[in-house]
């Protein structure tokens, strides 16, 4: 696959974020929290870390049901973890891309349109949970009234996500209530241009508007945001339980405040496996708690290296089972070769 400016952009930004977090620790002093931190409890960390990918496979499982019912747990699972696996290895964020393509390479019936459009929810559905979490993490005892992070006023990050979150489920919502509509729009306003390229849209839009079925039906609507709810209250569980590995007294509003941060921060371009930018925003928001910068970078290097391994080998194994190529997903992806 290739980088592209995207994946370009990503390493910069994340070179230069790692060398602005780290520039003034005492790594004898990281070395030596890490060396002297609870190891069971960090083990038991990146166990609950590694808990999310099934989580979120089974929160799949009601997204895609109206496209493909009952799909195995398995399948959707070595599908989250080998996307997983190629956002920690892969510049780019084509993890995304692989896991569409690697489920709909096993499931019958999921085309890859529908696969990515339900990925779609998937995402939106874990931004509008993460700023409810947020939210509530500022409204617990010991919040500072006046935060900010990296400079910005934490509720002005806030507004700008909840208002990108609307918008988009929004739009989700009315091409999935109005797939015929949108397919007209669409025709409309491409085929002048090439009807070449509004006949493969038109085919990949209706894909992606049956993908969005979930959206039609309040039962399964009800189920994946109570699925998003679990999957990232048991990733705060994961940094609160590191927080007590290397001995930071933070509360679990803490954990769940952080969290949400670092969520929204990996957002940007970033290098694989979110280095940098997940140090970076690991410094600033446990800083707003009292936690030193050396006792913050002690806790992300070690969370962050811990937490990375499983599910990335775990990924690498099911990738090659699979009979996965990089140059395959490369293909699948919009653009793609």
Partial sequence: MRMGWRGALGLVLSAA?????????DFGHVWNVLRTSNLWLFLL???????LFPI?????????????????????????????????????????????????????????????????????????????????AMAAPGFPGAATLAGQPVSRVIGGVTAIAIVLLLALGAVAA????????????IRPISPVLADRGGTLLSSFAKGLGALRSPRLVALVFFWTVVHWLVGCLSFYVAFRAVGIAAPFSAAM?????????????????FFGVFEFFAREGLALYGVSQNDAVSWAL????????????????????????????????????
């Fill in 302 to 337: 070690g969370y962050h290296i811990l937490a990375f391994i499983p599910i990335t080998v775990i990924g690498a194994w099911y990738f090659t089972r699979l009979g996965m190529h990089l140059r395959d997903i490369g293909r699948a992806a919009p653009g793609g070769a």
């Fill in 17 to 25: 974020l790692l060398t602005y977090t780290l520039r003034d620790v």
């Fill in 178 to 189: 109005y797939p015929t509509r949108a397919l007209r729009l669409f025709d409309r306003a």
């Fill in 257 to 273: 405040f952080l969290q949400s941060v670092i969520a929204l921060g990996v957002a940007a371009p970033s290098s694989p496996g």
């Fill in 45 to 51: 960390s990146a166990a609950t870390a590694t808990a």
């Fill in 56 to 136: 979120r496979a089974w929160r799949w499982r009601y997204i895609l049901e109206p496209v493909a019912p009952k799909l195995p747990l398995g399948v959707l699972f070595r599908a989250t973890a080998v996307g997983m696996m190629i956002n920690n290895t892969v510049p780019a964020r084509a993890g995304e891309v692989a896991r569409a393509y690697a489920v709909s390479r096993e499931a019958s019936g999921v085309g890859f349109g529908a696969a990515v459009a339900s990925l779609a929810i998937d995402r939106i559905c874990d931004a509008v949970v993460i700023v409810l979490i947020l939210l509530a």
